[in-house]
Nanobody, 123 residues
Framework: QVQLVESGGGLVQSGGSLRLSCAAS????????MAWYRQVPGKERELVAT???????NYLDSVKGRFTISRDNAKNTVYLQMSSLKPEDTAVYYC?????????????????WGQGTPVTVSE
C-alpha cells in the first residue's frame, strides 16, 4: 500500500515563507513525476509545480520566482519552498506522485495523492 503524507502547512503573514514536505512510503519501486496542487473551496484544483525524476521543473505562472519544488529521491520526498507568500496563495495544498510499486498481483503504476495540508496567508 503506497501512501503520501504531507506536512508543513500553517498560518503565515503576507511576505512570509513556508516549506511543505510530502513523503511517499510503501512497496515503492520507483517514482516518476511528482507535483504540488492547490485547491480553494468552490474552485478547481490547480497545478502549482511539477518535478520529473531527473529534476526538471515547471511552475504555475503566478508562483514563478517565489516557489521552488525539489525532491530527495533517496527519501522518496518532494518539497515545496514557498516564499513571498500572498493572501491569494491561501489554499489546501496536495502532493501527487506517479509511482511504480509491487503489489500481490505484480507491478502497479498509479497516481497517488496526499491528504492535503492547509496554507493560510494573512494580510
Amino acid at each position: 500500500q503506497v501512501q503520501l503524507v504531507e506536512s508543513g502547512g500553517g498560518l503565515v503573514q503576507s511576505g512570509g515563507s513556508l516549506r511543505l514536505s510530502c513523503a511517499a512510503s510503501g512497496n515503492i519501486f520507483s517514482i516518476n513525476d511528482m507535483a504540488w496542487y492547490r485547491q480553494v473551496p468552490g474552485k478547481e484544483r490547480e497545478l502549482v509545480a511539477t518535478i520529473t525524476s531527473g529534476g526538471s521543473t515547471n511552475y504555475l505562472d503566478s508562483v514563478k520566482g517565489r516557489f521552488t519544488i525539489s525532491r530527495d529521491n533517496a527519501k522518496n520526498t518532494v518539497y515545496l519552498q514557498m516564499s513571498s507568500l500572498k493572501p491569494e496563495d491561501t489554499a489546501v495544498y496536495y502532493c501527487n506522485a506517479n509511482i511504480r510499486s509491487i503489489g500481490t498481483m505484480g507491478w502497479i503504476l498509479n497516481d497517488y495523492w496526499g491528504q492535503g495540508t492547509p496554507v493560510t496567508v494573512s494580510e
